[in-house]
C-alpha cells in the first residue's frame, strides 16, 4: 500500500509540466464541452464532458462546467488525479472523515481546508488524502475545471455526502456527451 502510494504520487509529479501546459494553452478544448449541461445529473446546470477515456478505465480526460453561483455536490473521486481551473475561477471546500467508513450510508465529515483557485492553478488527488470535497464557481462567467484522474470517473459508482446529516448516497454522475458501459 505505502508503494502504491508512492508510486501514484511519483506518476502524479510527473504529470505536473503536462497538466501546466494544457491548462496554459488556448483553442483545443471544443465549445461544445465548456457548455453548462441543463440535464445535468449533478444539478445546477453542470456539465460533465469527457475529452479522452482510456478503453480499460485506468485514465480519462474531462471538463466540468460549473455555472455562475453553482456548487457541485460534495463527492470523492476515488482514483489519484490532478485537477486545474482553465476559466473562471472556483473556491474549493475539502473535507477531512473522521469516521473509519465502516458504515456505507454514513460519514462524518469536517472541512479540512478552503482555496480559491484561478486559471492555471491546479490540485493534486491522491486518495485518501483531500478526495472529499466540492466546488462553487466565485466567477461571474461558468468556470471550467479540467480533470485527468485514473478512472473513469463520471462512470464509476462513487459517492456524495451531506456533511450536516452525516449521510452517504451512491453516486454517478455521467458524462453529458457520452454513455457509460451498460455494466459498470
Ligand atoms: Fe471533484
Known sequence: MTSAISDDAARVEALRPAFAALLAADGWLPDACAQPDEA?????????????????????????????????????????????????????????????????????????????LRRGEFYVLLPPNDDIHYVKTISNTPSISIHLLANDTACVWRHRFDPDRGLVTPFRSGYANAPCPPDA
Open 40 to 116: 445535468s445529473r449533478m444539478g445546477s446546470g453542470i456539465g460533465q464532458y469527457a475529452l479522452y477515456r482510456a478503453q480499460d478505465g485506468s485514465l480519462c480526460l474531462f471538463s466540468l462546467v460549473v455555472p455562475a453561483g453553482a456548487a457541485t455536490p460534495v463527492h470523492d473521486h476515488l482514483a489519484w488525479g490532478l485537477v486545474g481551473i482553465y476559466r473562471g475561477r472556483q473556491d474549493e471546500t475539502v473535507y477531512r472523515r473522521l469516521d473509519d467508513g465502516r458504515d456505507s450510508a454514513r460519514a462524518q465529515l469536517e472541512i479540512a481546508k478552503r482555496q480559491q
